[in-house]
């Protein structure tokens, strides 16, 4: 179990920070990354995200060195996040195809058109993409029990917060009174009983 609690925090400080820093360089920088072109400005995001990946990999062992050992009680709690989070992804993953994911309509929107999500989970709530991911990211710092995992979760919410503010401002960009009437309608993380 401790060889897998490693290689899952190890995992998840490779890849959760790019991929965060991915969405913080879209969207806020949208427009030059329109000009690059939907291509470049993708393998431009990759290789940070491998680059951050690289990094973490050659500083695991300072990254790594406070670990809280197996429990077995914490484990169980991070199993049932990440079959919540399983639970998630595939209610929204009908709806929010790869491309929708990458950034392609973000990137390209003639030749990636989108419409605004309002069906299945995206009627109950605006983030599900978020509440699952930060459910996901808890589940895997309660299973591998590594102080820098349990950070890095704790920076990961007001850091999604801040994408999330960026995002919304694209999507009233894109959508206009229909994303404000939905705004209205859909609250963002929590659905309404």
Known sequence: MNEL?????????????????????????VRFWRRMG??????????LIAAIGA????????LLAVEFGTNWYLAAIGMALLFAGAILKRQFGVHLRFRILTGLPELDPERYPSRLLTEGI?????????VQYVIVVLGYA???NYLAVYM???????????????????LRQRFGQQYEDYCARVPRFIPRL
């Open 38 to 47: 939907a291509r470049p400005a993708l393998a431009v995001h990759y290789l």
């Open 152 to 170: 890095l979760t704790a920076l990961l919410i007001p850091a999604l917060a801040l994408v999330i503010r960026w995002e919304e401002r694209e």
């Open 142 to 144: 309660l299973i591998s």
């Open 55 to 62: 990094l973490v990999y050659w500083q695991r062992r300072r």
């Open 5 to 29: 609690r490693y290689v899952l925090a190890l995992a998840t400080l490779m890849f959760v920070p790019g991929s965060v820093l991915f969405w913080f360089s879209l969207h806020p920088f």
């Open 122 to 130: 995206y009627s109950r709530i605006r983030h599900p993409r978020y």
